[in-house]
């Protein structure tokens, strides 16, 4: 026997976008018939054809009308086609694994197996063959799209690899009719249909169908014998031949017009020779159409009874009843088992399986993907319980509706309705807007209650760490490696660093700081910045050098993008390039926790999002920043000495010896990760108990004044010449301040308005009398002062 092993398992493409779906699952059998839809979304079927070619007489008549007779609905039609083609079965196995691997399982993997021979002339010569077809279709997948598809399939089943590793029959492998079976009518043949009982149930919707559709039929209908006894059959098949049935075939046939037989007895005679089962309402349907009843008609007594049979709610039967996008809408959102919400500004709203929202944006997709998922499994049931009731109208029109689904036009209806029965107008509002909760993937902080707990939908969580927490516990040897590492770079600042920066837990109004981190390249704040970032993962975000430049409340995508972050940092600041002065400004009305309107580029005004700071803030700078004289500014600002330089050899005292593998060790350990979460989350709870208010170390006060002093020659020169006595009587007008701070400073730039604020800011009292403005309770020093020459220069 030969084969053709050179093709053996090929993909079948649909075309872009199309697949194949069997009406019902009770149609998957040798005469199904297959609908083709048309679906902008995803593939939901995947094909292939094990295809070999053998010599002419390989299979006997005898073999070729088995075979085709077989499918693989049944066990025993798989274990026909498996015992023929040997290396079928671990083919469509690994075939299976790779496709639950690879795409959506909504309701898990089903195959199909089909087989047919017969006679193929190949080739140019037309060579006569015997061709093999065995065709398995898997279906209950989901892929994204048609390319995936096809990727998938070029990566697994028409990889060389795949071929070679399942080849077609080689010789002598097909098993022969009848061989190795011990009973060959079992293994081939379908059971014997089983007759139905007599006695048997009778769902009370099928016989109001069966008389509401008798009573469209003419008067005239059954005056003839053979109208009179098929009407007989179809009661008695609907109603399994009950009373119930005979009831109304005596009383449909009194109505008829000229009819003698009305004697009840009649009927009993005759109703015990009917056998139930050879017509049902099939039949009747046909009737009625070939008596010219309206199909409206028809439909509607199909339809108004319906629902008596349907197990599938109330929804379904008013969808099925009067089919349109407002029914179709109230239908989805009542089964459809994933939570939606709409907004006007940010458009749809998807909860995950995790709890948190997702956003879609205006025209999601998904939405054809959550319809197709909710109601098709629906239609399919009820398509197999009108077939149970032999209702093939209903069953007609519920495949009709079935058709329809995810279509763009019905898409766009249904997008209309469920936007306004699902809007949230305070779900942009509510989303990430609790302060109290840092979010991981699978659970959440909550720093009120001090504890980890599930995330809940009402907890309105988009933005998580982007990693989960797990089941880590605090662990007191990580926790001593950790304080060890974040030591040697901090040193006496360390505690002050941890409790300021676990305000990123609750970044509220109690904290409005920000903190400039002040050391030459190589001190380790890259490195710490690096792994803040890694701890609160997608709660933090850096900041571009250039933020503040714009003004607050406009246009301005990268402040948005800050939106109810924990973590900011601007890394490595340099001010001579940056203009960090003039970026500092538009901090003071974030940091007061005050509400700015922003919006993204391309937005409309009505568009803009409230937003407020939500985070620590931090800036990374080699050399201390210029951020000029501005007291709100000053007040705010905390400076974060970083003492140390890590080099190869350290020679002075404030140098330490570099560790090339620190960043690595702290960004690739994922205890240190979670252990430093812990940590922060303790020194928040220490922070509360100390109301918010840190006592600065030595080192901090000392980098935080010297910053202070390079920032403000008008203080420094003050301070240096000038007591403050508090006395009402020590008086110096503005405009004598002026002229001295010109004459030993040399700096004609700066205006009396400029020095008048530096002073003020420095809590210094001013009066106006009737000739100036005077500041009260300063006096020049009596020692000669020293000149204030060249340390200052231009205030800005």
Excluded at 52 to 80: C, H, M, V, W
Excluded at 215 to 232: A, E, H, S
Excluded at 244 to 269: C, F, H, M, P
Excluded at 758 to 783: H, N, W, Y
């Amino acid at each position: 026997m030969a084969s053709n092993p050179d093709k053996t398992f090929l993909t079948q493409s649909m075309g872009d976008w199309k697949y194949r779906v069997f009406d019902s699952p009770d149609d998957v059998d040798g005469d199904a018939h297959l609908t083709e839809y048309i679906v902008e979304n995803s593939p939901r079927r995947f094909y292939v054809d094990f295809e070999d070619y053998f010599e002419p007489g390989t299979f006997s008549p005898e073999d070729i009308a088995r075979i085709n007779e077989t499918d693989g609905k049944t066990t025993t039609g798989e274990l026909q086609i498996y015992r023929e083609f040997p290396t079928l079965h671990d083919g469509i196995m690994e075939l299976q694994d790779a496709l639950q691997a690879e795409t959506d399982m909504p309701f898990g993997i089903m195959t199909y197996i089909g087989v047919n021979i017969r006679d193929y002339a190949k080739g140019k010569d037309k060579k006569p063959m015997q061709k093999v077809s065995v065709h398995v279709i898997f279906y209950g997948v989901y892929f994204k799209d048609h390319a995936s598809m096809e990727v998938f399939a070029k990566r697994t089943v028409q990889s060389k690899e795949f071929q070679e590793k399942y080849p077609a029959n080689e010789p002598g492998l097909v098993i022969p009719r009848g061989k190795d079976f011990e009973n060959e009518k079992e293994v081939v043949c379908e059971p014997e249909p089983v007759k139905k009982s007599r006695t048997a149930t009778t769902s009370t919707g099928s016989l109001g169908l069966l008389e509401g559709l008798l009573n469209l039929l003419p008067d005239t209908y059954c005056v003839k014998y053979d109208q009179w006894f098929r009407i007989g059959c179809i009661c008695a098949s609907v109603s399994d031949g009950s009373d119930e049935g005979l009831a109304i075939w005596a009383n449909k046939s009194r109505q008829a017009k000229g009819y003698e037989r009305t004697e009840d007895d009649v009927y009993a005679e005759k109703w015990k020779d009917i056998t139930p089962g050879k017509v049902n309402l099939g039949t009747l349907y046909k009737i009625l159409s070939s008596s010219r009843v309206k199909k409206e008609a028809i439909r509607a007594v199909t339809l108004q009874h319906c629902g008596n049979h349907l197990s599938l709610g109330t929804e379904f039967h008013n969808m099925v009843e009067e089919w349109n996008d407002h029914n179709i809408a109230m239908c989805f959102k009542a089964h459809c088992k994933t939570q939606f919400k709409f907004s006007l500004v940010s458009g749809w709203w998807r909860l995950t399986d995790n709890n948190t929202w997702h956003n879609d944006g205006m025209a999601p997709h998904f939405i054809r993907t959550a319809l197709l998922e909710t109601l098709h499994p629906m239609f399919e049931q009820a398509i197999i319980e009108a077939k149970k009731d032999n209702n093939s109208e209903l069953a007609t029109i519920l495949k009709a509706h079935r058709r329809n689904l995810g279509n763009n036009k019905m898409i766009k209806g249904i997008y209309e309705f469920l936007s306004e029965y699902l809007s949230d107008l305070d779900i942009d509002t509510k989303i990430d807007a609790n302060p109290n909760l840092t979010a991981f993937d699978d659970c959440l902080y909550d720093c009120e209650a001090d504890a980890f707990r599930p995330i809940t939908a009402d907890d309105y969580i988009s933005t998580t760490c982007g990693y989960a927490f797990g089941e880590y516990k605090h662990s007191e040897e990580t926790r001593a490696e950790l304080l060890e590492l974040l030591g040697g770079i901090l040193g006496s600042s360390l505690d002050y660093f941890l409790l300021t920066q676990s305000a990123a837990l609750c970044a509220t109004k109690f904290m409005s700081d920000f903190y400039i981190w002040v050391g030459n390249g190589g001190n380790g704040k890259g490195v710490i910045n690096e792994f803040l970032t890694l701890v609160f993962g997608k709660s933090a975000a850096p900041a571009p050098p250039g933020l503040f430049h714009k003004v607050l409340d406009s246009k301005n995508p990268e402040l948005l993008k800050l939106r109810n972050k924990r973590y900011v940092s601007i890394p490595d600041s340099e001010p001579e390039r940056d203009g960090t002065a003039s970026r500092l400004g538009g901090l003071v009305k974030l940091l007061d926790s005050d509400e700015i309107l922003v919006r993204d580029n391309y937005a409309r005004s009505k568009d803009m999002v409230s937003m407020k700071a939500t985070f620590v803030f931090n800036i990374l700078c080699n050399d201390v920043p210029e951020v000029g004289t501005d007291g709100g500014i000053q007040r705010r600002m905390k400076v974060i000495p970083f003492p140390y330089k890590f080099v190869d050899e350290p020679t002075l005292p404030h140098e330490k010896p570099k560790d090339p593998t620190l960043k690595r060790r702290l960004s690739d350990n994922d205890k240190y990760k979670k252990e430093m979460f812990i940590l922060l989350t303790e020194k928040y709870q220490e922070l509360v108990s100390k109301r918010y208010t840190v006592a600065m170390p030595d080192s901090v006060m000392t980098a935080t004044r010297d910053v202070e002093e390079e920032n403000n020659p008008v203080k420094t020169w003050f301070l240096a010449k000038y007591d403050i006595t508090g006395n009402d009587a020590h008086r110096v007008s503005i405009r004598d301040l002026h002229d001295a701070y010109g004459v030993d400073t040399g700096d004609r730039r700066t205006t009396n308005r400029q020095l008048s604020k530096v002073l003020s800011d420095m809590m210094l009292q001013k009066k106006k009398t009737k000739t100036c403005s005077v500041f009260v309770g300063i006096r020049e020093k009596p020692a000669e002062p020293e000149v204030f020459g060249g340390a200052g220069g231009t205030l800005h």
